[in-house]
């Protein structure tokens, strides 16, 4: 198998492989957990859950992880292409689990797009935006690129529609800030300093959240001191309000293939928003608290399908960046 790695052609070159999964890892995770490993095959890379990186607070059946590997094979389909490579997707599982997402390449001819441009530049914005309207033609290429196979995408613009799913946004985030075993595992993965951010090229950097890079000991003291549902409630309410909408993906059936395939929807919309130079941050709340999720999916009027992913979308600055860890770190 290595062998065949090491041939020169593009389909079996060990560096275009490599190049293809350090695209992948640019994917969205949850608390940037990258919680994937990758494994390189003739003519197939696969992509496997690393559940030693899963969050059980805040992601206690693991969907949040399925869909940040929907997000990586989105990634790595879109990059393929831009080296020469086809890629189809295959799901190995066992019992109700997807044990792995496998890619299989191809030649083709190489295709150049604006998405595999945006890859390097997508994060999730958690800045203030500018709280002006988006145009019907770009609301168009997001719904487009959000919606796959059983996977819808419901846009929200309105004032009023958007008041009701803060109501719910909020709900969710009071009841998670008031759970400890949540606020501990977020704790964990906020990076405080740029040393921290660097060494371990995972989690939240403190600076990437609109919080200052300061000493891990004052960091965390101020965490405890400052982070309240009041506090954070507060600052949720600004980032909706300065939005110009926003998106939920609903998996027509609650399993984790469709969850991987909620993952590769957002991955898009958000590749496509960047080329519109439209921003995008994940307020997932209403979707993570279970008893949250059927009263969402009553507003929205979705019957028994999951909503999958809560994200806010509209013009305004980047921030500073989370981190990745090396592709090496990666590969199993």
Not at 65 to 90: D, P, W
Not at 202 to 218: E, K, M
Not at 257 to 280: P, V
């Amino acid at each position: 198998m290595t062998a065949n790695l090491e041939k020169t052609t593009t389909i079996g070159n060990r560096s275009v492989y490599h190049e293809l999964v350090r695209y992948a890892t640019l994917a969205a995770s949850s608390h940037n957990t990258q919680c994937w490993q990758f494994k390189l095959a003739d003519r197939q890379i696969s992509i496997l859950p690393d559940l030693t990186r899963r969050c059980p607070a805040v992601d206690p059946d693991n969907h949040h992880l399925y869909a940040s590997l929907g997000c990586a094979t989105e990634n790595l389909l879109i990059a393929a292409k831009t080296h020469g490579l086809e890629g189809t997707v295959g799901l190995q599982t066992k019992g109700d689990a997807v044990t792995a997402i496998h890619v299989h390449l191809a030649e083709c001819t190489l295709v150049h797009s604006l998405l595999f441009d945006a890859i390097a530049e997508r994060q999730s914005a958690r800045s203030i935006y500018d709280g002006q309207p988006l145009k019907n033609e770009d609301l168009e290429l997001l719904k487009r690129a959000g919606t796959g196979d059983g996977v819808s995408l419901i846009l929200l613009t309105e004032k009023q529609a958007l008041e009701a799913v803060l109501g719910y946004i909020t709900k969710g985030n009071t009841t998670q800030v008031n759970d400890p075993a949540f606020v501990k595992e977020l704790k964990s993965w906020i990076r405080f300093t740029l040393t921290e951010a660097v060494k371990k090229g995972d989690g939240l950097f403190s600076r990437s959240t609109g919080n200052p890079a300061v000493p891990h000991w004052l960091g965390s003291l101020l965490f405890d001191f400052a982070f309240s549902a009041k506090s954070e409630n507060k600052k949720i309410a600004k980032q909706v309000h300065s939005s110009a909408g926003i998106a939920i993906f609903v998996s027509d059936k609650n399993d984790p293939a469709h969850w991987i395939e909620s993952g590769r929807c957002y991955q898009r919309f958000a590749l496509q928003a960047e080329t519109l130079d439209i921003r995008t941050a994940f307020l997932n709340q209403p979707v993570e608290v279970a008893a949250l999720r059927p009263q969402l999916a009553s507003y929205l009027g979705i019957g028994e399908r999951r909503p999958d992913l809560v994200v806010r979308f509209g013009h305004g600055p980047k921030m500073p960046r989370s981190l990745r860890r090396p592709v090496e770190a990666v590969i199993a």
